[in-house]
T-cell receptor, first 115, second 113 residues
Framework: AQTVTQSQPEMSVQEAETVTLSCTYD???????LFWYKQPPSRQMILVIR??????QNATENRFSVNFQKAAKSFSLKISDSQLGDAAMYFC????????????FGKGTSLLVTP | DAGVIQSPRHEVTEMGQEVTLRCKPI?????LFWYRQTMMRGLELLIY????????DSGMPEDRFSAKMPNASFSTLKIQPSEPRDSAVYFC???????????FGPGTRLTVL
């Protein structure tokens, strides 16, 4: 079975600080795509960042960056200079390229940002 | 550009009634997905369309659920008859290619009494 594990159900960070959300996944495939989605209280699922497994360089999007460790099957999300608007549920997900269309989601990490 | 559009945003209905959820994908996207989100089961893929053709509906819970995509800009998910256990948030998502990033609509919160 292909699974995504987010071991931190809840995390807390102070405004302007940095926080890292962890994600591990389990697949025997070598070609896949990884994503982090954000779901604020509005319920909207927002794509935060994506990473192609064949790329060694870690993806970055403004204050969001990933630490992709392919051998360890780890895909953590780092949020720098945290803002109150970053408070949300964060989901890690991946798609296996040659079988792939269904996003395999983790159960999510709830991020609280305190002033 | 407009994102994925879903309607209605909220639906409250009584058990046994027919429910139709609607989705307009992002223009130019050729793949469309229906997901359901519940506290117990998280996000589940219900059905996937590619170029308006249903590719995999193995996630559809039972025959009470049906989905159509008559053209590239419109899809429906119908539940008939609805049951309280169908209460959930239903998301529609679209992508440019079947393995690309999926962009989600705002979701429809369905409550079946």
């Amino acid at each position: 079975a292909q699974t995504v594990t987010q071991s931190q159900p809840e995390m807390s960070v102070q405004e302007a600080e940095t926080v890292t959300l962890s994600c591990t996944y389990d697949t025997s495939e070598s070609d896949y795509y990884l994503f982090w989605y954000k779901q604020p209280p509005s319920r909207q699922m927002i794509l935060v960042i994506r990473q192609e497994a064949y790329k060694q360089q870690n993806a970055t999007e403004n204050r969001f960056s990933v630490n992709f460790q392919k051998a360890a099957k780890s895909f953590s999300l780092k949020i720098s200079d945290s803002q109150l608007g970053d408070a949300a549920m964060y989901f890690c997900a991946y798609i296996v390229a040659n079988s792939g269309y269904a996003l395999n989601f983790g159960k999510g990490t709830s991020l609280l940002v305190t002033p | 550009d407009a994102g994925v559009i879903q309607s209605p945003r909220h639906e409250v209905t009584e058990m046994g009634q027919e429910v139709t959820l609607r989705c307009k994908p992002i223009s130019g996207h050729n793949s469309l997905f229906w997901y359901r989100q519940t506290m117990m089961r998280g996000l589940e893929l219900l059905i996937y369309f590619n170029n308006n053709v249903p590719i995999d509906d193995s996630g559809m819970p039972e025959d009470r659920f049906s989905a159509k995509m008559p053209n590239a800009s419109f899809s429906t998910l119908k539940i008939q008859p609805s049951e309280p256990r169908d209460s959930a948030v239903y998301f529609c998502a679209s992508s440019f290619v079947s393995r690309g990033a999926q962009y989600f609509g705002p979701g429809t919160r369905l409550t079946v009494l």
